[in-house]
């Protein structure tokens, strides 16, 4: 059709009015084909100039991004595409884009709905090229929430298999309380029998109470059980969204660094990601750090009062939590130099009910293996007994668009 309408503009003064008419249908015709394939694309697409003010938007695009101002607003075409779009992280990304004549980028973001549910998007800039000149971008919003609950969903699945374990870990702490409730209900039972058997006289009252004392003891303890079996098993309840962890763990350190400092427990933190995001729950990743961080309290504290003061042996405390990317990775390091574990412990330290404090439930790092699992990440940990222990944990971050457009066109 180019060629066409090239070919007819250079005979255009030898043309009849009913040819040029017919022509300028021709012309309507194909601009409408091409205006309802651009209306059918399921991609979201703004059309941007050099600074990035808008100039086309399909309609869909207004399913899949926030505006404060509608793309058919004249007022659209007249104001930088960021300041027409309602979420502060997209905007920030879209200058950064601006500023740095970035052409081809890609990067995912999550953004809530008007009815409070979690969607994600991916925004892909490509250049506009005509005639060989940059003469704007074509940034293309593609909706990949299906793809991400799916690998919520797959990993969901793997989580499902750990329950065998738990439920055998569950049956084997139920045996010891049940075993103990029997044995003091026959020895009431018996003395019941011996009573009724001596004229109905009664055993001492106190003895009475005791065995009843322990039997009460024993249905605590196993409710306590079951309520943490519960807590254990159910699905975690996880509302996951592109967040930096970096600044959310910063304002967690800030809250338990006053409890750390007064027991004398030097805190370090450190980061180093770019501002790197990964899918989390704020929630849960809050939970995370406070099980480590009160693991490493606990490790510290042993560690101290193990230390022989009479050679006067100094101890400095430190308890440190690091941040930081790889290539495609996204590292969380929290450590301590406590009085570290054996490599016997260090096996079993996610296994349902396994502990080493006197009054631990041992779901504590249970719940942070799954939690981990859950935001599709990776835990290990190193320890050394009497020098400290450091949990990693490994987190892929959204992967870029790395293919380039040449400067052919599109």
Known sequence: MRGYVKRVTQKASKLSKEQVLSILEDVLEENESLYSIFESISTGILIVDNDFILQQANSIVESRLPFNVHTDDPKANMLPVWDIIDDDDICIYLKNCFSKSITNSSEDFSIMTPGGNVRFITLAITPLIHKGELKGRIILVRDITENKNQEVRLHRMENMANLTNLAAGMAHEI???LGAISIHIQLVQKALLKARENENILPDKKFVENHIDVVNEEVEHLNKLIMDFLLAVRPVNATLELKNPGKLIQNIVDFFTPEFNNEKIKVNFDVKDNGAKIMLDEKLLREIVFNLSQNALAAIKTKKSNIDTSIDEQYDAIFAIKCFKTENRYIIQVQDNGCGMSKENVSKIFEPYFTTKANGTGL?????????????????????ENVGTTFTMIFPLPQKNKKLLTNEGI
């Open 175 to 177: 045996k010891n309380p």
């Open 364 to 384: 504590g790092m249970t719940m942070v293996y799954k939690i981990v699992k859950e935001f599709s990440g990776e835990i290990n940990v190193d320890s050394i």
